[in-house]
């Protein structure tokens, strides 16, 4: 709503003085780490921001950042939010929230905060595993997860975070890795961003779900399994030497090979992150056969809820005053005096 | 007059001229029979009398024409007396098919005045209302006086230059049925008009055919000389009903639902705060996020939520950043809305929560009322978890109800529990219009600097609340949450000493609500007597009522009706034990009946109806003697 004025801060501003309670190693010890880095390269007030999560190991977050913070009940900081947001318009409001606590018990919140577009920052910490309740298989976790409720391995098939806010009306959609060095440009742009910013962490859950990413999360392997998009910028990953090109017979993004640095020679697509039609072919990549796309898959603002309804409240008002005796007084009226009833007042 | 107590009423049952007739309006839910009723109500009040009124619809929207089932219902008692509820039995029945007959009749009392539409009685109709034989032929009806009339007939007739096809012509029999009862009730039918007017601007020929119907109706019945005399309650004066004696003042009629939202508005004025709203549709509550969401103008926000959870939480998070949180549901959605209540009472946040309570249990009688969810307000979550309970009467005290509600919420830090009922939200009256500044004003104080001694976002004042502190004041950044939190600091807490504590300071707040309200009263009689009749709720009516006619009848009986059910006023214990015997009547199987032998550890005794229809004097009456023998 009204544009913030740039706050000057460091690191430690942004840090509480209460003692973390993760698990040594644990990924969001690095996100945390990611966000108060990334705080007062924002600009960013303390008083002015707000952190509201749900239920998990990730909302335990609020704690740690010297800002306003709620945390809320399980799976329903979209909505807590929304309600921050509507009230406050101005605040700059970061919701953090889990496979389990988005996607699960709170999934019908996340998918109407991205319908709405509310203007907060979204960051879901996917570990594929419920850690707080001790390594239940969650909604993203793959098919045959051996975890104590699921001791033969699970049956059902993921989620897939970053197509459900695609297909929930997400107007910005990103993914990013809890110890990657480029988490905080991601945040920078999700912070840009007016609208829902959806961010997709693939975090480590170091005691029930341990190196579930590795396989492109690795820094060895990085360069070939890592596809880092850049808007306007080409889709090539393992140095250049692999690329994204759409196959025009069967309508598919496929994986080609560039020779010699051409990449336009075999056809590599260049990063629009307002091509919606790409975003949904990004989001539905498998891995295995393709790169993990990382970055911003998608960004195109369209108009926030909470301006929509200020402006809506704004002009419903207009001309009208709001003097609560007339109200009461509305419609037919009428007196009665002391010597009993008179005639309505039309 | 629901709104006030009356002390001094007439002592006789029926002075001269002091009278009370009650007639049902009984049709298809497609009839516009809520419409018809409303009309003759806002004509009832106009004519000075006091009026209660009880609209009885089905949940199905358009259930099937001519079932059972599909009947819509709406009753209305009106007279020169005060009137406290709808009234025992219909003294006339409008039945606008044979279904509509079937369902009503047996409720009319001997003697009264049957008025069919013969038009509707063909072999179909009655087959769908399962009767075997015409019932306006057999001779089934003679109990009561009967009046066929082709009121189909009549009103195509009446309709014809208008042009309109048959259904829609048709339409406009609850007009014709309206203009019928206004002549025989010597009404005035320029409010009525006035209103089709205005309702059909935009269709024109629409507006002249309902008021062509109306005309006819009330034409027919001045030609046939039809009158409503002598068809109130038993033995009737033969003049027509004047005015009910009322305090002076400016009235109009109000439904719950529309004082509620009014009541609300009036709250957030007064203690300075704009309102946020979070509602999710639900019968009967939505009426009341209809009303708010046409008062932006006075600083409310309203947000139709994608389910309950999501009301009551955005709620939250509005009281969080400094409005007032308002949510509204019915049972149903109340249920889904406990752990949401919770995280209130453990962040100790302001928020109002209406539960316009219907028959249950799970769907239950989504458009019937019941007073069950009583134990739910009261116990209703998980863990120690109190919070205030306060109960409307009847639509006028509704608004009186929303703003006490609105206080305890800012003032002591603490969600707020406000019941009501279908029968209230639906039911209007006439209500003496409050005069706005004589309201007290409660204005809330946020902290906005750091005291000296540092930021306790826990610390409490006097009523042990805690400060409200906005996010985005300079300074003042704190985290809150579900967790236990610790003595004055709200960090997290698990410690066992702690909990004890915390625990503890919850319950004396919100038990410490009860020296900020008025020593219960009694609404009739006097204390010390045999017997007091314990209320709460919309059976005020058909309890005060009884009461009066056994006090008349020189019986010791009172007559107590509880608005603060969380915590109760301070005298309570006291004023209960000076009686030898307690009742309380309920739409329930005795709800408020064990919190009163829980809190005070007194004999009370249950009367309990859950049949989805308010109880009615005579019921009451009966108890009455009961318990007396």
Redesign the interface.
């Known amino acids: 709503m009204t544009e913030m004025t740039k706050v000057e801060t460091t690191l430690k501003d942004w840090e ?1 003085d ?1 003692e973390v309670r993760w698990c040594p190693g644990c990924g969001d010890y690095a996100i945390l780490k990611a966000v108060q880095r990334t705080m007062p390269q924002l600009g960013a007030d ?3 921001t ?1 952190f ?1 999560s749900g ?1 998990g190991c990730s909302s335990r977050f ?2 740690y950042m ?8 399980h799976g ?1 900081a ?11 318009p ?2 700059d409001v970061w919701i953090i929230t889990g496979d389990g606590d988005a996607l699960s018990i709170g999934g ?2 996340t ?2 905060l991205l319908r709405r577009n509310l203007d907060v920052q979204f960051m879901l910490f996917n570990n594929e595993i419920y850690g707080l309740t001790k390594g239940q298989y969650s909604p993203t976790s793959r098919q045959g997860t051996h975890s104590p409720s699921t001791p033969y391995g699970s049956v059902d098939r993921p989620a897939s975070p970053c197509a459900f806010a695609l297909g929930a009306g997400a107007r910005f959609v990103a993914r990013g890795i809890d110890v990657h060095k480029g988490l905080p440009d991601v945040l920078k742009a999700a912070h840009a961003h007016k609208g829902t910013s959806f961010i997709e962490i693939f975090q480590n859950c170091i005691v029930y779900n341990k190196d579930v990413f590795d396989e492109f999360a690795a820094k060895k392997t990085a360069a070939d399994t890592q596809l880092h998009l850049v808007d306007g910028e080409p889709m090539l990953f393992a140095k250049g030497e692999k690329g994204i090109s759409l196959n025009h017979d069967t309508l598919q993004m496929e994986v080609v090979d560039v020779t010699d640095g051409d990449w336009e020679a075999a056809g590599v697509i260049v990063h629009d992150v307002k091509n919606r039609s790409v975003a949904h072919m990004l989001v539905e990549m498998q891995f295995g056969e393709f790169p993990m796309a990382l970055g911003v898959l998608y960004d195109d603002p369209r108009p926030t809820f909470e301006a929509a ?1 200020v402006a ?2 704004e002009a ?2 207009v001309g ?3 003097d ?2 007339a ?12 010597n ?2 008179d005639g ?3 | 007059m629901a709104t006030a107590v009356k002390q001094g009423e007439p002592k006789n049952e029926h002075p001269s001229g002091g009278e009370n007739v009650v007639v049902r309006f009984a049709g298809d839910s497609g009839d516009g029979m809520q419409l018809t009723g409303g009309q003759f109500t806002l004509s009832t009040a106009l004519a000075g009398n006091d009026l209660a009124t009880f609209p009885d619809f089905p949940a199905e929207i358009r259930a099937p024409q001519g079932t059972l089932f599909g009947v819509s219902a709406f009753q209305i008692n009106f007279g020169s007396r005060a009137i406290e509820t709808a009234g025992d039995q219909p003294d006339v029945l409008i039945a606008m098919n044979p279904a509509a007959l079937k369902t009503n009749v047996q409720q009319v009392r001997p003697g009264g005045l049957v008025i069919a539409d013969e038009g509707e009685f063909g072999k179909r109709n009655l087959d769908k209302a399962h009767y075997d034989s015409n019932p306006l032929e057999d001779g089934s009806l003679a109990k009561w006086q009967l009046l066929k009339l082709n009121i189909s007939q009549l009103t195509l007739d009446a309709v014809k230059e208008f042009g309109l096809g048959n259904k829609e012509a048709l339409r406009c029999k609850n007009m014709w049925t309206l203009g019928l009862s206004l002549w025989m009730f010597e009404r005035e039918r320029e409010p009525v008009i006035d209103w089709l007017n205005t309702k059909f601007a935009k269709l024109p020929n629409v507006a002249k055919a309902n008021i062509a119907a109306l005309n006819a109706g009330h034409a027919y019945g001045e030609t046939a000389e039809l009158s409503g005399e002598g068809l109130g309650t038993g033995h009737l004066p033969t003049h027509r009903i004047g005015a009910a004696p009322a305090t002076p003042g400016v009235y109009r009629t109000v439904t719950g639902a529309e004082a509620i939202s009014q009541g609300l508005v009036a709250g957030a004025q007064l203690a300075g705060l704009p309102m946020f709203f979070g509602g999710y549709p639900i019968t009967p509550a939505s009426a009341i996020l209809h009303h708010l969401s046409r008062l932006k103008e006075f600083g409310v926000t309203t947000f139709q939520a994608e389910d309950e959870i999501a009301a009551i939480t955005a709620a939250i998070g509005a009281s969080y950043a400094g409005s007032l949180g308002i949510t509204s549901s019915s049972g149903p959605g109340i249920a889904l809305k406990g752990e949401a209540m919770g995280l209130a009472i453990m962040t100790e946040l302001p928020l109002v929560i209406v539960n316009s309570q219907r028959g249950g249990p799970s769907t239950g009688l989504p458009t019937k009322t019941e007073q069950s969810d009583l134990y739910q307000a009261v116990y209703g979550r998980n863990g120690d978890a109190p919070m205030p309970v306060i109960s409307a009467r009847s639509p006028g005290d509704a608004f009186e109800c929303a703003i006490e509600a609105v206080r305890i919420a800012v003032q002591y830090m603490t969600p707020v529990m406000l019941l009501t009922d279908g029968y209230i939200a639906n039911a209007a009256e006439p209500w003496k219009i409050p005069d706005v500044s004589s309201l007290e004003p409660f204005p809330v104080k946020f902290l906005e600097k750091k005291p000296e001694s540092g930021l306790l976002p826990y610390s409490r004042d006097e009523k042990l609340a805690r400060p409200w502190i906005k996010p985005g004041t300079p300074d003042l950044m704190h985290r809150i949450g579900g967790i236990e939190k610790a003595v004055d600091t709200g960090h997290i807490e698990y410690g066992p000493a702690n909990h004890q504590t915390m625990t503890e300071i919850r319950r004396d707040k919100v038990l410490g609500v009860a020296d900020s309200i008025a020593d219960q009263e009694i609404a009739l009689g006097n204390s010390g007597g045999k017997l007091a009749v314990v209320g709460w709720g919309s059976t005020f009516g058909p309890i005060h009522q009884a009461v009066r006619k056994a006090i008349d009848a020189g019986k010791d009986v009172a007559h107590i009706h509880i608005r603060n059910i969380w915590p109760m006023p301070k005298n309570m214990n006291e004023l209960l034990k000076s009686f030898d015997r307690v009742i309380v009547p309920e739409m329930n199987t005795g709800q408020l009946k064990t919190i009163l032998r829980d809190q005070f550890l007194i004999d009370a005794m249950p009367v309990n109806k859950v049949s989805g229809q308010p109880f009615t004097i005579t019921e009451i009456e009966a108890a009455i003697e009961e318990a007396l023998s």
Do not use: C
């Open positions: 509480t209460q303390p008083s002015n707000a509201i239920i609020p704690y010297e800002t306003y913070g709620f945390h809320t009940i329903r979209p909505a807590v939010a929304t309600g921050v947001k509507l009230a406050n101005d605040l019908n919140h998918m109407h309804v809506q409240n419903s008002s009208k005053t709001p609560l005796q109200l009461l007084n509305k419609g037919q009226t009428w007196t009665v005096s002391e009993g009833a309505p007042e039309l």
